[in-house]
């Protein structure tokens, strides 16, 4: 909707625009408001890409509307991260940054790139030029973008498993040898990943519990069963005991208190879910983890599973630990 929104203004040349005609456009989705949309238009105001008129409901274009048309950013959808532009010095491509920086960049700006200052003589989608500047005061520093919580997507994980315990691969696309090795492996994972077992190795001060459940989920998991201060990642979680894991309850809507104190804005987002007001990011966030079956499926396995010792050789390619 904000996109949608963005998009209308700019249709209408970035005349101010009431924001009844943009509610009729969203009237199949009774989510959608008034008061939301109202709601996302004083975000994106907030923002410097629209602006309210001073006493009509009506919102206009701002800067940063502009600046998506010029560089062609009103059109998609995609994660911020995902759309690049190069750095060119002279006729040598020096690398590449996140096509959203170029909403902070313009003709003057200082940035920091490869260890050094540069001085932007020229900034658009097909490339941003520069020159060597030797004043480091005010440069910008280039936002990079990576995935943050819930790195992995718990349906890629929980084919991962699938196959771990005994799902049929196909391996007719490699050579002999890698046939063999993979073979092999599976044989071993297996007896590791039978479905009522959930594999711990023992630590020094505690117990790596292999759970393929995603780095989101392992941590509500770890919250609800009392360790405030979670050390997880995609696979697994570290735990100070050996955990029951019969005692957690399947029902996502069990969870959604500490879900929603795990919200921080994503920087995988796009350009427009990063300029929804944080209230609703927040909604999207839970949601998202209330309408997940592929979660809710983690949940049973566990479950259903009993935590058991394993040598760590058996899955010292995993964990990467000998």
Not at 163 to 179: A, C, D, E, H, Q
Not at 252 to 274: G, H, K, M, R, W
Request: glycine share 6%; net charge neutral.
């Amino acid at each position: 909707m904000t996109q949608q929104a963005i998009s209308i203004i700019a249709t209408n040349k970035g005349a101010y625009t009431r924001v009844k005609d943009m509610v009729s456009i969203a009237s199949k989705h009774r989510h959608l408001t008034e008061q939301v949309i109202d709601d996302i238009l004083s975000s994106t105001s907030a923002a410097g890409f629209t602006q309210p008129h001073g006493f009509k409901h009506r919102y206009g274009a701002d800067e940063g509307l502009y600046s998506l048309l010029d560089y062609r950013l009103i059109y998609g959808n995609m994660p911020i991260g995902s759309q690049e532009v190069v750095i060119n010095h002279g006729k040598k491509e020096i690398g590449h940054i996140p096509a959203a920086n170029l909403l902070k960049i313009e003709y003057g700006t200082i940035i920091r790139f490869a260890g050094k200052c540069w001085r932007v003589v020229k900034a658009e989608k097909d490339g941003i030029h520069v020159e060597p500047y030797y004043n480091t005061e005010d440069a910008m520093d280039i936002k990079y973008y990576c995935k943050g919580i819930n790195a992995t997507d718990i349906l890629v994980l929980n084919r991962i498993y699938e196959y771990l315990t005994g799902r049929s691969v196909n391996t007719s696309l490699f050579g002999k040898t890698i046939r063999h090795l993979i073979s092999q492996a599976l044989k071993v994972s297996s007896k590791v990943f039978a479905n009522d077992m959930v594999p711990i190795i023992p630590r020094k001060d505690g117990f790596y519990h292999i759970t393929f459940a995603g780095d989101l989920c392992n941590r509500v998991m770890s919250m609800s069963i009392g360790i405030s201060e979670p050390k997880v990642n995609d696979i697994g979680i570290f735990a100070p005991w050996i955990i029951d894991f019969s005692e957690l309850n399947s029902n996502l809507n069990a969870y959604e208190s500490i879900v929603d104190s795990l919200f921080v804005p994503s920087p995988s987002q796009t350009i427009f879910q990063s300029l929804l007001p944080e209230s609703l990011q927040r909604k999207e966030f839970i949601e998202e983890w209330l309408c997940n079956s592929e979660t809710e499926k983690v949940l049973e396995r566990l479950i259903k599973s009993t935590a058991r010792e394993i040598p760590i050789e058996y899955v010292s390619w995993l964990v990467n630990e000998r």
